[in-house]
């Protein structure tokens, strides 16, 4: 059974996010948790942030063709990388080796959910990933909750490269870390060869590349870029992880580098992206 999403109006630019979070009507935590059956009862945007002790999850598949939108960390959910949810449960950026049936993918942890209505349903926890995934793991181009695949989860360090497991994977043992990470203030991770990030210190892009950044004239080009978002509240661009209680319905919301999302915890000044740089209250 495969699932039908809630599409996300957003707008991204080279320089900066076009829609202020008085717009964002449509925020969510992410395109994962929105991934629900319409069967399914009980559903309210929430994800559980229990790992496993066996790390044992259900396989599920989300975005790809006709399906491309934005991931609450960041990233969009196009099925064409390695990207997985659950980073309420790892963390935003987090690498996790998944496999199963003799082999191994690495996929990035980029937005939140699914729902615990879904894992519910499926009786286990719930690994929701790109459709490479699958693809790789199992030759399927997508899977869903009912089909009841089951895969194994490690999170492996954050140095870890994308993709295919190097050496072939599946005997237990985590890819050597051999990729290539920048650090970056701005984001408060580590981030991937050949990602970009408009900077909070000068509003200058620069991208990773070789384990450093490099200025660049835009985000043309770009792997992933994270730019600044424009705040109808504050008048402003600001960049990612500003958090911001907007004018127009009272919500925090929080720039993710492409679009405002929720929800924002502001007792703990955390929202979707990470701990939130600055605090902007009505």
């Known amino acids: ?142 899977a869903g909750w009912s089909d009841h695949i089951v895969v194994t989860v490690e999170e492996v360090d954050k140095s870890t490269p994308l993709g295919i497991c190097q050496g072939g994977g599946g005997g237990g043992e985590p890819p050597p870390p051999t990729g290539v990470t920048c650090n970056s203030a701005t984001l408060d991770r580590d981030v991937d060869e050949g990602t970009c990030v408009q900077a909070a210190s000068d509003a200058e892009w620069y991208q990773c590349q070789a384990g450093q950044w490099v200025g660049r004239s835009s985000s043309a080009g770009c792997a992933v870029a994270f730019g600044y978002c424009s705040s109808a509240t504050l008048g402003i661009d600001v960049p990612p992880r500003t958090c911001v209680q907007a004018a127009s319905n009272s919500t925090w919301y929080q720039c993710n580098g492409q679009a405002w999302v929720k929800p924002v915890d502001v007792a703990g000044e955390t929202g979707p992206i990470g701990t939130c740089s600055t605090m902007n209250p009505l």
Not at 59 to 84: E, L, R, V
Not at 87 to 102: E, V
Request: aromatic share 8%; net charge negative.
């Open 1 to 142: 059974m495969r699932f039908h999403h809630l599409l996300l109006t957003i707008t991204f630019c080279a320089t900066a996010c076009t829609v202020g979070e008085d717009e964002a009507v449509d925020g969510t935590a992410g395109v994962s948790v929105t991934t629900i059956d319409r069967s399914l009862s009980g559903c309210h945007g929430k994800a559980s942030t229990t790992i496993p002790a066996d790390g044992r999850y259900v396989i599920t598949t989300f975005g790809g063709p006709g399906d491309h939108q934005s991931m609450s960390c960041g990233g969009f959910a196009d099925g064409t990388t390695w990207y997985a949810a659950s980073r309420q449960r790892y963390g935003c950026g987090a690498k996790l080796m998944i496999q199963a049936n003799g082999k191994c993918v690495v996929a990035s942890a980029l937005d939140y959910g699914p729902d615990v209505c879904v894992e519910r349903a499926a009786g286990m926890p719930i690994i929701d990933a790109s459709p490479l995934v699958s693809k790789e793991l199992f030759g399927i181009s997508g």
